[in-house]
């Protein structure tokens, strides 16, 4: 019998295992994580959620396809991009989509950047291993990207943005 547990979402982890990512959670004032398993989750820090679990291996394991954001969740104290525009009606979960289509993109284009720089490394053989591996990293830039899509309207920026017309500076090689 399934366990049943909500709350604010504190933290999303992945850890990358046998050419797979591996996704879990925890929630704000609680201890331990609940697992994903490869389930990529479709909800990001600070969302307010319900879900089932089981006690697996003593393991807190998310039942699949149970966890949804909550109506009645505690009001948000920052505004998510959804709800500075998107689209009519305020369709956060349209909006999710396209984040993420967008982080997909952008995590696929990298990726062979990242492979001739030598800032990732694939098995050097086995067909079905390099596969695995090759989207176990782009799940983890994927995933990555798309939390930093939300993360970014809730983090005060210091960096000062370099101006177009800004030339850059010449070095002297005297």
């Given at each position: ?6 709350g ?6 992945t850890?990358?295992?046998e ?5 879990g ?26 879900f ?14 149970s ?5 009645g969740?505690?009001?948000p104290s ?25 982080c ?11 492979l001739a720089a030598?800032a ?10 390099i596969?695995?591996a090759t ?7 994927t ?8 993360a ?5 920026t ?16 005297d």
């Amino acid at each position: 019998m399934s366990n049943k547990a909500e709350g604010t979402v504190g933290v999303i982890t992945t850890k990358p295992w046998e050419g797979k990512v591996l996704y879990g959670f925890a929630l704000k004032g609680e201890q331990g994580f609940y697992g994903l398993g490869t389930t990529v989750p479709t909800f990001e820090k600070g969302d307010f959620i319900s879900f089932n679990w089981d006690d697996v291996k003593g393991r807190k394991s998310v039942v699949r396809g149970s966890v949804t954001v909550s109506k009645g969740a505690p009001a948000p104290s920052a505004p998510t991009p959804a709800h500075r525009g998107g689209y009519a009606g305020g369709d956060d979960t349209r909006n999710k989509q396209i984040a993420w289509q967008s982080c997909r993109n952008a995590a696929i284009e990298l990726f062979p950047h990242m492979l001739a720089a030598g800032a990732i490394a694939l098995p050097k053989t086995g067909t079905a291993k390099i596969y695995e591996a090759t989207l176990a990293h782009i799940n983890e830039l994927t995933l990555r990207f798309f939390q930093d899509v939300f993360a970014a309207d809730k983090q005060p920026t210091t960096a000062e943005e370099p101006s177009m017309d800004d030339e850059p500076e010449e070095s002297s090689d005297d």
